[in-house]
């Protein structure tokens, strides 16, 4: 099955600035909404940050004002610019659809981000 491709995370400061890459492949990046999905140790993975084909957005009460999600249609990328990173951020964050709960791609490897001084 197709996997998105996430790239972009390390080791950061708080108060630091990463972004995220996620590249999906096929028709389905082009018909649906695309999602972060951090899982942080020990918890579910839960969608905080989504984006509409037309680039209508939605956030996580938790995140807004410090992450900003956009994408690239052109390029089948949608991205996660990161910034005033918290330890509580620290997860492996994984892309996909956002469609009534409804993931069409199988999950990929993720990426991991790690906020800690």
């Known amino acids: 099955q197709v996997q998105p491709v996430e790239s972009g995370g390390g080791l950061v400061q708080p108060g630091g600035s990463l972004r995220l890459s996620c590249v999906a492949s096929?028709?389905?990046?082009?018909?649906?909404?695309m999602g972060w999905y951090p899982q942080a140790p020990g918890k579910q993975r839960e969608l905080v940050a989504s984006?509409?084909?037309?680039?209508?957005?939605n956030y996580a009460d938790s995140l807004k004002g410090r992450f900003t999600i956009f994408r690239d249609n052109a390029k089948n990328t949608v991205y996660l610019q990161m910034n005033s990173l918290k330890p509580e951020d620290t997860a492996v964050y994984y892309c996909?659809?956002?469609?009534?709960?409804?993931?069409?791609?199988?999950w990929g490897r993720g990426t991991q981000v790690t906020v800690s001084s």
């Open positions: 996909n659809t956002v469609h009534h709960g409804l993931m069409y791609y199988s």
């Open positions: 096929g028709s389905i990046f082009s018909t649906y909404a």
């Open positions: 984006i509409t084909i037309g680039g209508s957005t």
